[in-house]
């Protein structure tokens, strides 16, 4: 098992925030590992949709979805993601924080790559939601 946590001012509305982590046909536009992602335009928690991720298919799937925190899994062979997204509202904009935990065979082959990921994927939230 290996884990990550990193946290990030944003400069961008708390709802900003989460509409953007809540529109999972995006999610490929910024993680390039994912290829597609069959969901509607709002997600639901509870709901599997099929995933992509560098040829293997898999699913992601919303555990949470709570006004200041979302939760999530994907999983394709070998390799399983579970993820938490909290955020705090300060000022104009919002304190972002994500971790994750990568489970499974695969997921300890690829460990070294995912090395700085959880800043990785605040960088790409926060280009995702410049005002």
Do not use: C, K
């Not at 069959?38 to 639901?44: F, I, V």
């Not at 995933?51 to 999983?75: P, S």
């Not at 955020?87 to 994500?98: I, M, S």
Request: charged share 25%; hydrophobic share 45%; net charge neutral.
């Amino acid at each position: 098992m290996t884990s990550q946590e990193a946290t990030r001012f944003i400069d961008a509305p708390p709802a900003a925030i989460r509409d953007a982590l809540l529109d999972a046909r995006a999610l490929p536009d910024w993680n390039p590992a994912f290829q597609s992602i069959e969901a509607p335009a709002r997600a639901a928690t509870g709901a599997r949709y099929p995933i992509v991720v560098r040829g293997l298919h898999g699913h992601w799937e919303y555990t949470l979805i709570a006004e200041d925190r979302i939760e999530a899994v994907w999983q394709i062979p070998g390799f399983r993601e579970t993820g938490v997204w909290r955020w705090e509202a300060r000022g104009a904009g919002t304190v972002v924080t994500h971790a994750f935990e990568h489970r499974g065979g695969l997921a300890r082959v690829l460990a070294g790559a995912y090395r700085g990921v959880a800043e990785l994927r605040l960088d790409r939230l926060t280009l995702r939601t410049a005002q």
